[in-house]
């Protein structure tokens, strides 16, 4: 259970079942058995809340042959967003540059960038990073950092859930943390 406006990380080694529990609760995947709510609701039952999450996974949503603009504003089209509406976040994570630039001519750590503002582009209530610090350098992460940070001073009900294996960028940003071990929860303890 995490209560909302809550920053929980996900820990465990390679396979425990980090991204699959971050798939079934963005309703990629289906559950084999049981049921995922999210804000009180079945997700699999409510055809709204995939409105509510932004995803950010290991394989990035971008198209590589349009623009950074270009992919960003054909994402906000589908939640009925404006340019405006985004363009804070785009400056705050030091996109203004690469603005214009092609995804394929990004950095790893631009393309990463790039890919968390797509997914916050329609100010979602939860937010699932699957290993947001693998292969960044120290600048974007503490960029990334300083983002939620930010978000949770300024009181927005905002929840976040990162899977990493990073605890000294999550320590950062998250309130406490859930072990996982083999498809179960295996410790949970706060920082």
């Not at 270009?70 to 203004?96: C, I, P, S």
């Amino acid at each position: 259970r995490i209560e909302s406006g809550e920053f929980v990380a996900l820990f465990g080694h390679n396979g425990a079942g980090k991204t699959t529990l971050l798939k079934l609760i963005a309703t990629h995947i289906r559950p084999s058995a049981g049921t995922v709510k999210i804000f009180g609701e079945d997700a699999f039952r409510d055809s709204g809340i995939r409105r509510k999450i932004g995803l950010v996974t290991h394989s990035s949503f971008l198209y590589d042959e349009l623009t950074v603009r270009e992919n960003l504003l054909f994402y906000a089209r589908q939640f009925g967003v404006e340019e405006r509406k985004f363009l804070d976040t785009v400056e705050f994570l030091g996109m203004n540059r690469w603005y214009n630039v092609r995804v394929k001519e990004l950095s790893h750590g631009l393309r990463k960038r790039a890919d968390i503002i797509r997914a916050l582009i329609h100010d979602p209530d939860l937010i699932l990073l699957d290993e947001p610090f693998t292969g960044l350098d120290s600048e974007t992460c503490e960029v990334l950092v300083n983002y939620f940070e930010g978000q949770k001073q300024r009181g927005k009900k905002k929840t976040l859930l990162i899977a990493s294996h990073s605890q000294e960028w999550v320590k950062k940003v998250c309130d406490r943390a859930i072990t996982l071990r083999h498809g179960k929860i295996a410790g949970e303890f706060s920082f």
